[in-house]
């Protein structure tokens, strides 16, 4: 059994700011990804926080991002932005293209925005509840970092989870933000897995042979299952296509797998659509729909075995409470990874 | 075992047509609704082609769809319409938003068109294709017209099974068109397999008890699954949104079950967006690496039990040449159905 330790969203924030800082991200950057972060690790993506530093840490060591980018409008038209994110950490691409949609889409209503040069930016909630904050509803795809997914009844792994996140602003309801991989589990879910030494359930991965994998450390001899067969293998191509191949971002045969690989630029493609409730309806009457919509779901009777319906986003939201005032578990593998990174640059560890 | 006979493509939209005018729908309408509903036929989306006549007819008889509608721009930005479909036929209002969607696309780069007073268009991927011929991808997302889905773990029908079409144009193979419903499988797959006498896999729907349900007779005993179970009534849920609620179209408890009430008006919300490739890369560019993405995960080798990887669309485009070249198949069931629908109005029947 792995100890856990709990830590304060701000520790975990100034800890990957001194951390990256100590690797030569200039400070306001620095700050910016430590934030994003941290707030990942509140909400619940154990996958996308602190998890990704000594990664992120490697690859700005072997010369794999650029610590200096200039982010900038390539295209752009009243309803669209293509970005190029200069290869710089993709938290700072995102963050640009969700809030330049948003911008946008205050005039043109709807704005899509995609990037490619960017890289890795943590969860996809992260990104779609950006424009939440000007009433709007956000939408957000990502070709992921490495592919661990073949084309429905293939062996070779052309596809990467390509998730999706969506996030619906209510009035007094907790938002309902879905934030899914088009794989029946995110590949970070195998990653903590096996760094917590647990076995996996049948249906997350099969081997070569089309058989179960339910040993973590044994991922490299099989792929993840997309959900619903042959149509999670439909939207993980589409999403691909969209994010990556639309922007001039890699797809397929060309994506690095950023866990094995540090120096190549990844050019990851990634879009945020930002839409502007107000050009649609009247903002509260549909933020009060929203709310009526949660409730409805939330009184459904249940089926046995089920005790309560759940909102996309809800047990994120539960999980955020709690951390917000208990702090975020960590377990001693993960700790023992995130010290020998702090280490090997000279900053104080973490707690 | 059922007989089986077939028609060609124009003969079915033929029937189409004098079976709607016969209705009184007008003559100009008519031919588009038939010519659409017969391109589902030719495209393989059995159940949502002519299939679908004697309830639409029946819906016209009873009063609740509107023969001479006024479909009309309601609000509009630069990026966005929202489109009143004055209770007109779903294909009337879907074709005009995805020809809006596409004409402002030209000076917007991306464009979003939703819709509200709609109606049952037909299969998605129909209104997908429509932007490709301006060299623009299209997206499509409706909420369905009956519940037949309850939230993850409940036991209340409050969702459709909203599907999701994409389509993205290649230069010389076909273009790459995802057409799927958040369920395992459409409820016109049930109501087909129920009037071809076929029993149904497990996985398509379960009963009150959670117990599988495979007599599509006996579907109103259960519901529909979900792909990817919570992920897929996650998506579900927020196409919804999109697709419902931001329109102002009916959504959970407002959703009208159109195979059982005629008169009410449905409500239908859809929403389209044309993605003008040019605004983001150089067509042909795109279009030969949309046909390189296509070879590369067809020459993909296979799993043990799978023959070859398939491209979403690839069997509609299959299905497509073969009953272009040979007629689309009809089983009796169905064309006893359209006898009855056709001598009821006094028009020659089908074949």
């Not at 830590?7 to 910016?32: K, N, Q, V, Y």
């Not at 592919?147 to 309902?176: D, F, K, Q, R, Y």
């Not at 994120?316 to 409470?321: G, I, N, P």
Request: proline share 6%; charged share 20%; net charge negative.
């Amino acid at each position: 059994m792995t100890e856990v330790r709990r830590f304060s969203g701000t520790d975990i924030a100034d800890f990957c700011h001194r951390t990256l800082m100590a690797a030569e991200m200039p400070s306001a950057d620095a700050r910016i990804v430590a934030d994003l972060m941290a707030d990942a690790d509140v909400n619940g993506s154990d996958g996308h926080g602190v998890f990704r530093l000594p990664g992120y840490i490697r690859r700005i060591k072997e010369g794999g991002l650029n610590l200096t980018p200039n982010i900038r409008v390539e295209k752009e038209k009243s309803g669209m932005a293509l970005v190029d994110g200069d290869n710089a950490q993709g938290h700072l691409v995102m963050r640009y293209c969700a809030e330049l949609a948003t911008k946008k889409a205050k005039d043109s209503g709807v704005a899509w925005v995609g990037s490619h040069a960017s890289n890795h930016a943590g969860p996809a909630a992260l990104y779609a509840k950006i424009p939440m904050a000007a009433d709007m509803i956000g939408l957000y795809v990502a070709i992921g970092n490495a592919n661990h997914l073949p084309p429905w009844g293939g062996t070779e792994m052309l596809l990467s989870t390509n998730p999706i996140a969506i996030a619906v602003p209510g009035m007094e309801e907790p938002a309902i933000v879905l934030d899914m991989a088009t794989t029946v589990a995110a590949y970070g879910k195998v990653k903590t897995a096996a760094q917590r030494g647990e076995e996996m359930p049948e249906g997350w991965m099969i081997d070569r042979q089309g058989q179960p994998l339910t040993d973590p450390t044994k991922s490299e001899d099989g792929f993840l299952l997309p959900i619903g067969g042959p149509k999670g293998y439909g939207l993980a191509l589409m999403f691909g296509l969209l994010a990556g191949t639309l922007n001039g971002a890699a797809f397929g045969k060309d994506v690095v797998d950023f866990n094995a690989d540090f120096q190549t630029p990844t050019n990851t493609g990634q879009f945020i659509v930002a839409i502007d409730i107000a050009a649609f309806a009247d903002v509260e009457t549909f933020k009060r729909n929203i709310d009526n919509i949660y409730r409805t779901m939330k009184a459904s009777p249940t089926l046995p075995g089920y005790d309560e319906v759940l909102l996309p986003g809800e047990q994120s939201h539960k999980k955020r409470q709690d951390r917000e005032a208990n702090g975020v578990p960590i377990h001693d593998g993960l700790l023992e990874a995130l010290a020998k990174t702090a280490g090997d640059l000279g900053v104080e560890a973490l707690g």
